[in-house]
């Protein structure tokens, strides 16, 4: 399977504390992008890679969320001292820039965190 | 504001029915319009991409249609099956800025036989 992978499916923790979550993108793509999803909502952007370097974050990424991608090809995300207000779906997506705009990002399956 | 509004919010119909979702944008500049199926629990898949030049872009019983003038859009299902159940999300991408996708909060499809 090339398409984009997340890991792991499904996480439940304790508020307080930290999870870390994996996306391995379809292997050319230089952009990976971080969303997360409540339900009945579509996705919200979170922070987004060119390569290795992290390019954009929202606002919605608070100081208990970091996310790395050190070699440009996988990367993770982190939330410390989870809240319960964390309990989302996490979806990696990954797509090829050309410079000329407009490329698709394919998307993972995407993470489902449950914060108890 | 760059905002992309879907509606109904949720749907329910008969298998074998046709139904129409609908797709409001005030993206700009605008460079395409996407449909998106969100089964639950996953990630969404793209169904069609539409361009400004493009009105009608069919795949298999899916077809949509791009206003690009009163920048609206629509994604119509003709004889339902119960896999098409899921969330139907539609996304803009803006033609400058590299975070430059605008998602909707999705059309909630639901087919009962």
């Known amino acids: 399977d090339t398409g984009v992978s997340q890991n792991p499916r499904h996480k439940i923790t304790k508020r307080g504390q930290n999870v870390t979550f994996r996306c391995d993108p379809i292997?050319?793509?230089?952009?990976l992008y971080w969303y997360r999803q409540t339900l009945g909502q579509g996705p919200e952007f979170l922070t987004y890679?060119?390569?290795?370097?992290?390019?954009?974050k929202s606002r919605l990424l608070s100081d208990r969320f970091s996310a790395e991608r050190p070699k440009g090809s996988f990367s993770t995300l982190e939330i410390q001292r989870t809240e319960q207000g964390d309990s989302a779906m996490y979806l990696c997506?990954?797509?090829?820039?050309?410079?000329?705009?407009?490329?698709?990002?394919?998307f993972g399956p995407g993470t489902r965190l449950l914060v108890l | 504001k760059n905002q992309v509004e879907q509606s109904p919010q949720s749907l329910i119909i008969l298998e074998g029915k046709n139904c129409t979702l609908q797709?409001?944008?005030?993206?700009?500049?605008?460079?395409?319009l996407r449909w998106y199926k969100q089964d639950t629990g996953r990630g969404p898949v793209s169904l069609t991409i539409?361009?400004?030049?493009?009105n009608t872009k069919s795949n298999g019983r899916y077809t949509a249609t791009l206003d690009a003038d009163t920048k609206q859009s629509s994604l119509h299902i003709t004889a339902s099956q119960l896999s098409d159940s899921a969330s139907y999300i539609c996304?803009?991408?803006?033609?400058?800025?590299?975070?430059?996708?605008?998602f909707g909060t999705g059309t909630r499809l639901t087919v009962i036989p």
């Open positions: 539409m361009t400004f030049s493009e």
């Open positions: 996304v803009v991408n803006r033609q400058t800025g590299a975070n430059n996708l605008f």
């Open positions: 292997s050319e793509h230089n952009r």
């Open positions: 997506a990954s797509s090829l820039a050309t410079g000329t705009g407009g490329e698709t990002q394919y």
């Open positions: 890679f060119q390569n290795e370097a992290q390019l954009e």
């Open positions: 797709c409001n944008y005030t993206v700009s500049p605008f460079s395409n």
